[in-house]
């Protein structure tokens, strides 16, 4: 070959095109998955600035926007305000419009914490189980029973609006639920990659799918700030919005995906021939049971337990403020909920490009022999997590009276946050050799 490249031939035969291909359909439906769990993910912290009613709330803060003409009447179950149209805003003009009325709650300080956490609540029970049984079953089914039963939740939250009585607890059991369903899908995720991502195309495939988790939230970061600003009850919508998408997202997934090549109906026996030979999958159903997994080999792994600190420690502050980001802006900066939602949703998209473009980069690099995969991915990750520290410490410093400086801090916190998590696979792939080999 006179080009210099190194081209892995199977059976004699050049690798099959990427694009288009049955592998990157896959990976834009993995992305599409995590829009859509992020969207749903996000949609509540997004919309909870104007969910809640800040002029009977016992612990108000002083930065109120908008005074509120209110009656609640005399009912003591009753826990929610028809506002009346005749809004007056003291910091911006925008006349809302819609088909609705607008319907905010009483929820204090400690009720709207725990309403945020409870999504948080569910999600880390299914973790461990989400991995087994995508390894036992597939992955595709996995995640069409996570987002099926995900987008049910989501749109039972819209029932509220129609309720006249408490809907706090209503409101926490439908978000643990939907933390529940969505624990199970990045586990998945790296049980499908497994058996699709041959290794020189790994770190592309990973961070294709897994961008999807920065443009979910900064699509829903944005459409919730909007609909806050300018639709009487606004959080409706984006519950609408994110559980029909869902539904979209799942029977194209049930049409086209399998949970292996060898399962799949319609890809070429080239391409199919190509993944397996590389990934050595076989095809068959692997067995699992506590004997099967390499819990020493997991215990004493210095690589995983490195991977585990420095995932915690980066993620974090990226949960923290995916979860409070819109309430810091709108309560403690000042910032109306439109324009809340538009600084958000331009922070994570640039998540969103950093995340795709970091696997893509970490791949050019490995390719034109630049670095080692191990010194890349370290790079990357040092990356991620101390520009992220700095900017924290920053934002201690930023009130009202810094705005802009916080804004900008929030931006480049969100930008250097975005990263590919392609590790966790061949670190399994490794803990798996060594355990064979005992």
Same mark, same amino acid.
């Given at each position: 070959?006179?080009?210099?490249?190194?081209?892995?031939?199977?059976?004699?035969?050049?690798?099959?095109?990427?694009?288009?291909?049955?592998?990157?359909?896959?990976?834009?439906?993995?992305?599409?998955?995590?829009?859509?769990?992020?969207?749903?993910?996000?949609?509540?912290?997004?919309?909870?600035?104007?969910?809640?009613?800040?002029?009977?709330?016992?612990?108000?803060?002083?930065?109120?926007?908008?005074?509120?003409?209110?009656?609640?009447?005399?009912?003591?179950?009753?826990?929610?305000?028809?506002?009346?149209?005749?809004?007056?805003?003291?910091?911006?003009?925008?006349?809302?419009?819609?088909?609705?009325?607008?319907?905010?709650?009483?929820?204090?300080?400690?009720?709207?914490?725990? #309403?945020? %956490? @409870?999504?948080?609540? !569910? /999600?880390?029970?299914?973790?461990?189980?989400?991995?087994?049984?995508? *390894? =036992? +079953?597939?992955?595709?089914?996995?995640?069409?029973?996570?987002?099926?039963?995900?987008?049910?939740?989501?749109?039972?939250?819209?029932?509220?609006?129609?309720?006249?009585?408490?809907?706090?607890?209503?409101?926490?059991?439908?978000?643990?639920?939907?933390?529940?369903?969505?624990?199970?899908?990045?586990?998945?995720?790296?049980?499908?990659?497994?058996?699709?991502?041959?290794?020189?195309?790994?770190?592309?495939?990973?961070?294709?799918?897994?961008?999807?988790?920065?443009?979910?939230?900064?699509?829903?970061? #944005?459409? %919730? @700030?909007?609909?806050? !600003? /300018?639709?009487?009850?606004?959080?409706?919508?984006?519950?609408?919005? *994110? =559980? +029909?998408?869902?539904?979209?997202?799942?029977?194209?997934?049930?049409?086209?995906?399998?949970?292996?090549?060898?399962?799949?109906?319609?890809?070429?026996?080239?391409?199919?021939?190509?993944?397996?030979?590389?990934?050595?999958?076989?095809?068959?159903?692997?067995?699992?049971?506590?004997?099967?997994?390499?819990?020493?080999?997991?215990?004493?792994?210095?690589?995983?337990?490195?991977?585990?600190?420095?995932?915690?420690?980066?993620?974090?502050?990226?949960?923290?403020?995916?979860?409070?980001?819109?309430?810091? #802006?709108?309560?403690?900066?000042?910032?109306?909920?439109?324009?809340?939602?538009?600084?958000?949703?331009?922070?994570?998209?640039?998540?969103?490009?950093?995340?795709?473009?970091?696997?893509?980069?970490?791949?050019?690099?490995?390719?034109?022999?630049?670095?080692?995969?191990?010194?890349?991915?370290?790079?990357?990750?040092?990356?991620?997590?101390?520009?992220?520290?700095?900017?924290?410490?920053?934002?201690?410093?930023?009130?009202?009276?810094?705005?802009?400086?916080?804004?900008?801090?929030?931006?480049?916190?969100?930008?250097?946050?975005?990263?590919?998590?392609?590790?966790?696979?061949?670190?399994?792939?490794?803990?798996?050799?060594?355990?064979?080999?005992?």
């Amino acid at each position: 070959m006179g080009t210099g490249k190194t081209i892995v031939l199977v059976d004699g035969e050049a690798p099959p095109r990427f694009i288009p291909s049955t592998r990157f359909t896959l990976a834009l439906l993995v992305c599409f998955a995590f829009i859509i769990q992020y969207s749903q993910r996000v949609n509540f912290p997004s919309v909870i600035v104007c969910m809640v009613n800040r002029t009977k709330s016992s612990d108000n803060l002083t930065h109120i926007t908008s005074t509120i003409s209110t009656n609640i009447g005399n009912d003591p179950n009753k826990n929610f305000i028809d506002v009346p149209t005749t809004i007056k805003p003291i910091l911006t003009t925008i006349q809302k419009r819609g088909f609705l009325k607008e319907k905010q709650f009483n929820w204090i300080e400690l009720q709207q914490q725990i #309403l945020l %956490g @409870g999504y948080w609540a !569910g /999600y880390i029970f299914t973790q461990v189980p989400g991995g087994w049984f995508a *390894t =036992s +079953i597939g992955a595709k089914w996995v995640y069409a029973c996570s987002l099926s039963t995900s987008s049910v939740a989501t749109l039972a939250l819209t029932i509220m609006y129609f309720m006249s009585s408490t809907h706090f607890i209503l409101m926490f059991i439908l978000r643990f639920l939907i933390g529940l369903a969505h624990g199970v899908l990045f586990p998945a995720t790296i049980a499908l990659w497994s058996v699709w991502a041959v290794a020189k195309e790994r770190s592309t495939l990973v961070s294709i799918g897994f961008c999807g988790t920065q443009f979910g939230t900064s699509l829903t970061m #944005l459409f %919730g @700030g909007l609909s806050c !600003g /300018y639709l009487y009850s606004g959080w409706m919508y984006i519950y609408l919005l *994110t =559980s +029909i998408l869902g539904f979209v997202w799942f029977a194209l997934w049930v049409t086209f995906t399998a949970n292996s090549p060898s399962e799949h109906q319609t890809i070429s026996s080239h391409e199919r021939d190509y993944i397996c030979n590389l990934t050595g999958h076989t095809g068959k159903k692997r067995a699992i049971s506590l004997a099967s997994v390499p819990w020493k080999n997991i215990v004493t792994s210095k690589p995983l337990i490195a991977l585990i600190i420095t995932h915690m420690s980066n993620l974090f502050g990226l949960f923290f403020f995916l979860t409070n980001l819109a309430k810091i #802006l709108r309560e403690l900066h000042g910032v109306p909920a439109q324009y809340a939602g538009f600084i958000l949703s331009c922070g994570f998209f640039l998540t969103f490009l950093t995340s795709l473009t970091s696997g893509i980069l970490v791949d050019k690099l490995v390719r034109s022999k630049v670095m080692t995969l191990t010194n890349a991915r370290k790079l990357f990750n040092s990356i991620t997590s101390f520009v992220p520290v700095l900017c924290m410490i920053s934002l201690c410093f930023c009130d009202e009276s810094r705005r802009v400086l916080g804004v900008i801090t929030i931006l480049i916190f969100l930008a250097a946050s975005g990263k590919s998590n392609k590790n966790l696979i061949c670190l399994a792939k490794k803990l798996i050799k060594e355990k064979k080999r005992e």
